[in-house]
């Protein structure tokens, strides 16, 4: 799937429970000059994220030929060898993926939209720009454009980390000060929901794989057209998130109803 990361992040003795929310007495941290902070939350997820990333990684390459299967495609598939050779090089992103993901998140909590996009931006034209030159001047075909989006997803995260530990200092002082406990149960619904959504888009995709690759080329274009019609409320859903959060972490219950009135109109 297209990934979609939901963290959250408490701090203080408030537990603040969204996509990308950071406690309000940090949320403007990157409006008060280059002050750095240390703060539990932003550190908890960049391990959680890393550590998630790495175990994902592991896990699609040595099993990529059971996960394809499972899929639906078959060993005597001609889908199988590039499906494999794709997903096991694609498979070395998925730490940049997690990590990014992570880190927008941190940086939608500060209420800063633009660093985000700007990294996504950057990655993705470079995503465009190397998917031809790859695959057709290289002759590497698909196996270029794995290459290519992991060079783009790296990209994207070494462009976050350098724009985020300018605001933010990232290393503990101990262990102890992580508090991964109260993060991980704060996010168990929204992980729970995560798993919904995408066990629904991977079965869809496995009983496409098993009408053979004509389906499945079909499938794959009315998945990204439903996707891409799914993510035109994501710049809302992105605000009314971070004005949420903060709001929680006031108690500012009036802020609370009145922002969550405006985004269902």
Same mark, same amino acid.
């Given at each position: ?62 099993? !990529? ?17 590039? !499906? ?9 992103? !998925? ?100 798993? /919904? ?19 499945? =080329? ?14 035109? =409320? ?10 949420? !959060? ?11 109803? /009145? ?7």
């Amino acid at each position: 799937m297209n990934p979609y990361v939901e963290l959250c992040f408490t701090g203080g003795d408030t537990p603040v429970c969204a996509n990308s929310c950071i406690p309000t007495e940090c949320a403007d941290l990157s409006n008060q000059g280059c002050k750095r902070r240390y703060i539990p939350s932003v550190t908890s997820a960049l391990i959680v994220g890393s550590f998630l990333g790495l175990v994902q990684a592991v896990f699609l390459i040595f099993s !990529a030929k059971v996960v394809l299967g499972i899929m639906g495609v078959k060993h005597d598939s001609p889908m199988l060898e590039p !499906a494999v050779r794709y997903l096991t090089i694609r498979s070395l992103g !998925a730490p940049a993926v997690l990590l990014s993901l992570a880190m927008q998140g941190v940086f939608r909590g500060f209420k800063d939209t633009k660093t985000p996009l700007y990294a996504t931006v950057v990655g993705d034209a470079t995503n465009i720009i190397l998917d031809p030159i790859l695959m057709f001047v290289c002759h590497m075909g698909v196996t270029g454009a794995a290459v290519a989006h992991v060079i783009s997803q790296y990209l994207i995260t070494m462009i976050l980390i350098c724009r985020l530990v300018q605001q933010v200092d990232v290393i503990p002082p101990s262990l102890k000060s992580l508090k991964f406990g109260r993060f991980l149960g704060c996010g168990f619904l929204l992980l729970a929901r995560v798993v /919904a959504v995408t066990f629904c888009v991977t079965l869809a995709s496995s009983l496409a794989a098993r009408d053979g690759p004509t389906i499945m =080329a079909a499938f794959q274009i009315c998945c990204q057209l439903w996707l891409a019609t799914s993510l035109l =409320a994501d710049g809302l859903a992105v605000a009314g998130q971070a004005v949420l !959060a903060s709001a929680f972490a006031k108690n500012d219950t009036k802020k609370v109803i /009145a922002a969550t009135s405006r985004v269902l109109q």
